[in-house]
């Protein structure tokens, strides 16, 4: 996907997705200002209200080998994203990363969550990458059936706190 593809979702939406760009900072900043407060907190596990110029350089100049991000776009608001989905390769264990979905509030439950999954998986697998790694909240039923979805195994691992740990191996 090296341009973009569009997609349907469960409810006929059509989504444009594609690799993030330099260019994407500002509908970045956006999306995230757009974010509900449990959304956020979910995403990033504590309230968060802007990302500094240096997280948005590092969010969106990725090298889609260690780091690669996608974003998608609602055909109808082309300049919106509504959802972005990134694994960053750990360094000290080279075939997983870690991975994060984030889909717009007015998207939930529609299918977007999921094909950003698949499309992370895909393109990490063929970066050589076998298993996503990630932190959810214990009560985040969504980022489990998620993570399921996209994973021939799934293992999770409480910690102490509403934080869980889990492994997806990601299926072939």
């Given at each position: 996907?090296?341009?973009?593809?569009?997609?349907?979702?469960d409810?006929?939406?059509?989504?444009?997705?594609?690799?993030?760009?330099?260019?994407?900072?500002?509908?970045?900043?956006?999306?995230?200002?757009?974010?509900?407060?449990?959304?956020?907190?979910?995403?990033?596990?504590?309230?968060?209200?802007?990302?500094?110029?240096?997280?948005?350089?590092?969010?969106?100049?990725?090298?889609?080998?260690?780091?690669?991000?996608?974003?998608?776009?609602?055909?109808?608001?082309?300049?919106?994203?509504?959802?972005?989905?990134?694994?960053?390769?750990?360094?000290?264990?080279?075939?997983?990363?870690?991975?994060?979905?984030?889909v717009?509030?007015?998207?939930?439950?529609?299918?977007?969550?999921?094909?950003?999954?698949?499309?992370?998986a895909?393109?990490?697998?063929?970066?050589?990458?076998?298993?996503?790694?990630?932190?959810?909240?214990?009560d985040?039923?969504?980022?489990?059936?998620?993570?399921?979805?996209?994973?021939?195994?799934?293992?999770?691992?409480?910690?102490?706190?509403?934080?869980?740990?889990?492994?997806?191996?990601?299926?072939?």
């Amino acid at each position: 996907m090296v341009h973009g593809v569009v997609h349907r979702l469960d409810d006929g939406t059509r989504v444009f997705v594609r690799p993030i760009r330099p260019g994407d900072k500002r509908s970045l900043q956006r999306g995230l200002i757009r974010l509900s407060d449990e959304s956020t907190r979910a995403r990033f596990l504590a309230p968060k209200d802007h990302f500094s110029r240096a997280e948005l350089t590092y969010l969106t100049q990725v090298d889609g080998s260690d780091h690669a991000a996608f974003v998608a776009f609602e055909l109808r608001r082309p300049t919106q994203v509504v959802a972005v989905a990134r694994y960053i390769r750990d360094p000290e264990a080279p075939e997983a990363a870690e991975a994060a979905i984030t889909v717009a509030d007015h998207l939930h439950g529609r299918g977007l969550g999921r094909l950003m999954g698949h499309v992370l998986a895909d393109a990490a697998r063929a970066e050589g990458i076998q298993r996503f790694t990630a932190s959810m909240l214990s009560d985040n039923v969504a980022v489990m059936r998620l993570f399921d979805s996209i994973s021939e195994r799934l293992t999770t691992q409480p910690t102490d706190g509403p934080i869980r740990e889990i492994v997806a191996e990601l299926a072939a």
